[in-house]
């Protein structure tokens, strides 16, 4: 598996971005009478995994958070000479919650102004995943000259 991992001030932006989310919308179930099932629950590490990456990228953009069946993530564009491709990048996950219960709009409206995030430095690698870690190697360092 590959991973495309931001660099280190995008993490730094990303996870503080999920912290405030995570933080609102887990606030927004409580004050409604909560089930704990619908809490949301940090997942990491911030990169997105794919089966492979394009050799070529012209520009990488991070959004703001989406909701797709129990995970929070945020939606990573990569453009090529060809085609743009969406990736994720989960961060929060929703154990026991349809997507129709879920209240976003609370949590949204915390959200800190960074987003669309451009990404100019940025590595891809690959990653061997074991239960609570992971192992990178073969990584390869990009920096792009035109970014958002």
Avoid: C
């Avoid at 996870?15 to 405030?20: D, G, I, K, P, S």
């Avoid at 927004?28 to 089930?35: C, L, Q, R, V, Y």
């Avoid at 629950?41 to 995994?49: M, Q, R, V």
């Avoid at 430095?121 to 000259?145: C, H, I, M, P, S």
């Amino acid at each position: 598996m590959k991973t495309l991992i931001p660099h280190k001030d995008a993490l730094a932006s990303l996870t503080n971005a999920a912290r405030t989310f995570i933080s609102s919308y887990n606030k927004s179930i409580s004050a409604n009478g909560g089930d704990r099932t619908k809490f949301a629950i940090p997942a990491f590490p911030l990169w997105a995994f794919a089966q492979d990456f394009p050799e070529k990228i012209i520009r990488i953009s991070i959004q703001g958070p989406r909701l797709e069946e129990k995970a929070f993530y945020f939606p990573l564009y990569i453009q090529t000479d060809m085609k743009v491709i969406e990736q994720k990048i989960i961060f929060a996950r929703i154990p026991d919650a349809r997507p129709e219960e879920v209240p976003l709009e609370q949590a949204l409206k915390t959200m800190p102004e960074i987003f669309p995030l451009g990404q100019r430095v940025f590595r891809t690698a690959d990653v061997l995943l074991e239960r609570n870690g992971w192992q990178v190697y073969n990584e390869r360092w990009f920096k792009l000259t035109n970014s958002d």
